[in-house]
C-alpha cells in the first residue's frame, strides 16, 4: 500500500483507502481563543467596573509623609479617609528634627509636617532652599512651667529661667518671658532675638539657654523654664499648669503655625491639598484637639498667606 501521505497515486485502487483527515485552520483556532478571552474581559469589567478595580488600592496615590511625630494618634485617622479618596499615606519617621527638611528637599518624601514657618524659613535660608507651606494645621502655645512658684509674680529677681536654645523656639520663648514680664528685648524683640538681645534694664531673672530636651529635667534647679508644648505632654506635665503661656490666637503667632510642607513645584497638586483639606476633617481634628489636651489652635489659612508669611520671616533672617 502506498503511503498516504506521500501523495502517490494507487491510493484510490485500494477497497480501503479513506481520504486522510482534514487539518484543522489554525488562524480559525487563535481567533476563537482571542474572541474567548475578550468576552471574559469584558464580563469582568461589567461585574467589577474596570482596570481600577481589578488593581485594587494598590493603583491609589501614593504620597509620602516625613514627620518626627510618627506615633500621633490622628495619622490612622488621616490615612483611611485618604484611602477612601483613593490616596495612599506612608508616615516616614525621622528621629530628629533635623532630618525631615533634606528628605524632603532631595526627594525622598513628597510633603512633611513637623514644623511651623519660623524653623521652615530658617531652614530655607541656610540651606538655601525653597521649600513651600501649602496648609496650614495648628498653633501650639508655648508654655512656663515652675515647680517652685505657682505664679509669674512669684518668682524672685536674679533666679534662672530656662529656655529652649535652638533658634526658633529660643526666639519664642524670649518673647514669652517678654510678654510675661520677666525680660526685655531690644527694639522690642523679635522672631530672630537671641539672649544677646536681653535689655539689662528692665530684666528680672536671668536667661538660661540650654537644649529643649532638658528644660523638663531642668525644672527641680530653676525658677522656671519654657517648655515645647511636645516635651511637657511626654513628661507627663498638664499643660493647664504652666504658669503663662503665649496667645496662639494674636498676630503674634503667626510665625509658629504649623503647617504641611512641599517642594515649591508641588504646592499646588491636587493630590496634596487633598489631603490638607482632609487634615481639617472634624474627626481629625477631633484627635488632634485630644492629644495636646485641648491646647491647640486650629489654623486654616490659605496657602497664599502661609507662603506670604514664610517669605516675609525669610526676608528677615537674611537682613539680621
Known amino acids: 500500500m502506498t503511503n498516504p501521505d506521500s501523495g502517490g ?19 480559525l483556532i487563535v481567533a476563537g481563543i482571542v474572541v474567548s478571552l475578550g468576552l471574559v474581559v469584558g464580563l469582568v469589567f461589567s461585574l467589577f467596573g474596570g482596570p481600577s478595580a481589578i488593581l485594587g488600592s494598590d493603583d491609589a ?8 511625630e510618627g506615633g500621633a494618634d490622628f495619622w490612622p485617622i488621616l490615612q483611611r479617609l485618604a484611602d477612601h479618596n483613593g490616596i495612599k499615606i506612608k508616615v516616614v519617621n525621622f528621629a530628629d528634627y533635623s532630618q525631615p527638611n533634606p528628605a524632603l528637599a532631595q526627594g525622598q518624601t513628597d510633603l512633611n509636617l513637623f514644623q511651623h514657618l519660623q524653623f521652615l524659613a530658617s531652614y530655607n535660608v541656610a540651606a538655601d532652599q525653597t521649600l513651600t507651606p501649602i496648609g496650614s494645621t495648628v498653633v501650639v502655645p508655648l508654655g512656663l512651667y515652675s ?18 536654645n535652638d533658634p526658633t523656639n529660643q526666639a519664642r520663648a524670649l518673647l514669652v518671658l517678654q510678654q510675661a514680664g520677666l525680660v526685655k528685648l531690644k527694639g522690642g524683640g523679635s522672631t530672630i532675638s537671641t539672649p544677646a538681645d536681653v ?5 528680672l531673672v536671668k536667661v538660661v539657654p540650654i537644649s529643649a530636651q532638658q528644660t523638663v529635667t531642668s525644672l527641680p534647679s530653676v525658677a522656671a523654664a519654657v517648655i515645647n508644648n ?23 503667632a503667626e510665625p509658629y503655625i504649623n503647617a504641611f510642607v512641599a517642594r515649591d513645584q ?12 482632609l487634615y481639617h476633617d472634624p474627626e481629625v481634628v477631633k484627635a488632634v484637639l485630644d492629644a495636646s489636651r485641648d491646647t491647640a489652635v486650629i489654623v486654616d489659612k490659605p496657602a497664599a498667606e502661609l507662603q506670604r508669611i514664610t517669605s516675609d520671616l525669610e526676608a528677615q533672617i537674611r537682613q539680621k
Do not use: M
Open 147 to 164: 515647680k517652685h512658684y505657682t505664679a509669674v509674680k512669684d518668682i524672685p529677681p536674679g533666679a534662672d529661667v530656662a529656655i529652649p
Open 230 to 252: 511636645g516635651f511637657a505632654l511626654d513628661a507627663n506635665l498638664d499643660p493647664s499648669s504652666a504658669i503663662y503661656n503665649d496667645d496662639p490666637n494674636s498676630p503674634a
Open 61 to 68: 496615590d501614593e504620597v509620602t509623609i516625613g514627620t518626627t
Open 199 to 203: 535689655e539689662p534694664q528692665g530684666t
Open 266 to 277: 508641588d504646592k499646588n497638586n491636587p493630590t496634596y491639598l487633598k489631603i490638607v483639606e
Open 9 to 27: 497515486g494507487r491510493e484510490q485502487d485500494d477497497p480501503h483507502w479513506l481520504p486522510p483527515k482534514p487539518k484543522p485552520d489554525r488562524s
